[in-house]
């Protein structure tokens, strides 16, 4: 391959669809992915093949993700840090998928946008004591267009006329979803019909899972009731490679798997990255030179490379000269809402969590949070009707001393939490804070012998006490259902991440994946990375294309908001060339 316009580094969400709309524009484009490709007959015209299915067994084996001792990474809480402590856990911190595809090779699909509201935070609610709350250099009409194109291209269904009003006077649509809602889930059901009675609105949940057959050629999902965790057998979800990198490379673009980057190489004098540095399966050191340098590995993974990649001209680190590469990280707090049955709610039969309800996202102005000393509290969506899988609930019977054989038989048969539970997570706002950061561990090394990131990460009291209001709420749904024995809560504050989340036992929250900020967007560089197209302010050629230039973690799952931003910036980046391909000027 002659010389690249553009490298990519990283296959998932931001860097797939860069990758796809760069040679769509004409762009010759490098795609180096650090991890293996697990699809079979991708960019070919045989087609997409899985190697993930619904093997129960693979998420505890590293399959897909990176092996927490080879390549670890060490965490420690804020007031540890202040204490001098270097580090309380080295494993698994928060990783997502190290392969082709990234985490949507078996992501749950959930597709919501953000809200207008997120994008002004600071202008909108004011600032909050202890958090770095600012305003986005872009607002929600500024994204719309490219949300409605990347639905289109994964496939995402929903039906606009079942949405609540106040959902879309601040996520508005000027047309419906690609495709209709597949059928629900019955557990998710009687949870719906439960916030009914206390007068919440419960909806489909956009998800990018093909609902009818043939769109962009795919297979309609038959329900199996495998997705968060899993490969699609039959390619019924859309997803980063499927819907984005597939096409990529059947027209041209190239993709080298076993990559791994460890630099990015710029010019003397720093104002411009010459390519990168990267690593083969073997080991063995390459470079890769192109005019365009695009980083989406994730929010700590690029942070990272950033701070690995410094240089005289940058001595904090590439991009670093305003000290907030690495800061802001947020993941989002998770709140969960448990109803119990006496009958089986078939949780298996359908998409994880067919329903949502937003009713919970705030802002909340009232008296608990004015005793917190906080201006509102915020919540997020709710994920309705989800349950556990097999080997998950064999594992929670196994756990007590003594508990095998007979026992932990007559325990599955009964499946008290498998058949009879169904549930609501509360996709819960993370504040964004300066001391909750990544940088590099001082000490240790990966098995290719560079630092690791170090996660020092505590919670606000903002995500504590909006957990604590916000979770009898969900108790109260559970109950409501029709049908339930029980409903009860499991707050942020009572659960504990353990050892792959934070590390911060104290308070202990439930964590998603969804990683942001780190490199957040701004108009002014002495307090951002990059500007509102997601270029470095530094490095005039260098783009970031992930969850890292988040400036809000809002309440919503962020893969869709990641792939709307990473389309926008490839297509201001494309520029004219894209202009003559397509034939209309980009916003």
Not at 240 to 248: G, I, K, Y
Not at 444 to 463: A, C, L
Not at 474 to 499: D, E, K, N
């Amino acid at each position: 391959m002659s010389r690249p316009s553009a490298i990519v580094v990283g296959s998932g969400a931001g860097g797939s669809v860069a990758a796809w709309a760069l040679r769509r524009a004409g762009h010759p484009v490098l795609v180096l992915e650090k991890g293996r490709n697990l699809l079979p007959g991708l960019g070919t015209r045989h087609g997409v093949g899985s190697l993930f299915g619904n093997d129960e067994v693979k998420a505890g084996r590293a399959f897909e993700n990176q092996d927490e001792v080879l390549e670890p990474r060490t965490s420690r809480s804020q007031a540890e840090a202040g204490q001098g402590v270097d580090r309380s856990f080295v494993g698994d911190v928060n990783s997502l998928p190290t392969v082709v595809g990234g985490g949507t090779i078996h992501w749950d699909a959930k597709t919501p946008r953000f809200w207008k509201q997120d994008f002004k935070a600071l202008s909108l609610y004011g600032p909050v004591p202890g958090a770095t709350v600012a305003d986005w250099p872009l607002a929600y009409e500024d994204l719309a267009p490219y949300y409605d194109r990347v639905e289109e291209r994964l496939g995402v269904q929903g039906d606009i006329h079942r949405m609540p009003k106040r959902t879309l006077e601040q996520a508005p649509r000027d047309r419906q979803f690609p495709l209709p809602p597949n059928p629900p889930m019955y557990g998710g059901k009687l949870l719906a019909a439960g916030a009914a009675k206390l007068g919440y609105e419960a909806y489909p949940f956009p998800m990018a899972v093909n609902s009818v057959a043939g769109h962009h050629g795919r297979a309609r999902c038959n329900s199996c009731g495998f997705c968060s965790g899993f490969g699609c057998p039959i390619n019924a979800r859309g997803g980063a490679a499927l819907s984005f990198l597939h096409d990529a490379l059947l027209h041209g673009a190239e993709l080298r798997p076993r990559s791994f980057v460890y630099r990015i190489d710029t010019t003397r004098d720093g104002r411009r990255a010459r390519g990168v540095s990267y690593l083969d399966a073997q080991g063995r050191s390459h470079r890769a030179r192109a005019d365009i340098v695009i980083v989406a590995a994730s929010g700590i993974e690029t942070a990272r490379l950033l701070l690995l990649s410094r240089t005289a001209a940058h001595p904090n680190g590439l991009a670093n000269r305003s000290d907030q590469v690495g800061r802001n990280l947020m993941f989002h707090f998770v709140t969960l809402g448990i109803g119990l049955f006496p009958d089986d709610v078939h949780a298996w039969r359908g998409p994880s969590t067919t329903f949502v309800i937003d009713d919970f996202v705030g802002p909340y102005t009232g008296p608990e949070a004015k005793s917190a000393g906080l201006p509102y509290l915020k919540g997020g969506l709710c994920e309705t009707g989800g349950s556990l899988l097999l080997l998950d609930e064999a594992s929670i019977y196994a756990a007590p001393p003594n508990s095998w054989g007979k026992q932990h038989k007559n325990l599955m048969r009964q499946s008290v939490f498998r058949r009879h539970l169904s549930g609501m997570s509360m996709v819960g706002e993370d504040m964004p804070q300066a001391a909750n950061r990544v940088d590099l561990d001082p000490a240790i090394r990966d098995v290719y012998g560079f630092p690791v990131p170090r996660v020092t990460r505590s919670q606000h009291k903002f995500e504590l006490v909006s957990s604590s209001y916000y979770g009898p709420k969900l108790a109260a749904i559970c109950q409501a259902a029709p049908g339930a024995i029980s409903g009860q809560t499991v707050p942020a504050g009572t659960l504990s991440t353990g050892p792959a989340g934070t590390g911060d036992i104290t308070g202990g929250l439930a964590d998603t994946a969804h990683i942001m900020g780190t490199a957040r967007m701004g108009h002014d560089p002495r307090h951002s990375v990059v500007d509102a197209f997601g270029r470095a302010h530094e490095v005039e050629n260098l783009f970031l294309a992930d969850g890292s230039p988040f400036v809000t973690a809002g309440g919503f799952n962020p893969t869709l908001t990641i792939m709307a931003l990473s389309l926008r910036m490839a297509e201001h980046i494309a520029g004219p060339r894209h202009e003559r391909a397509h034939g209309r000027r980009q916003a």
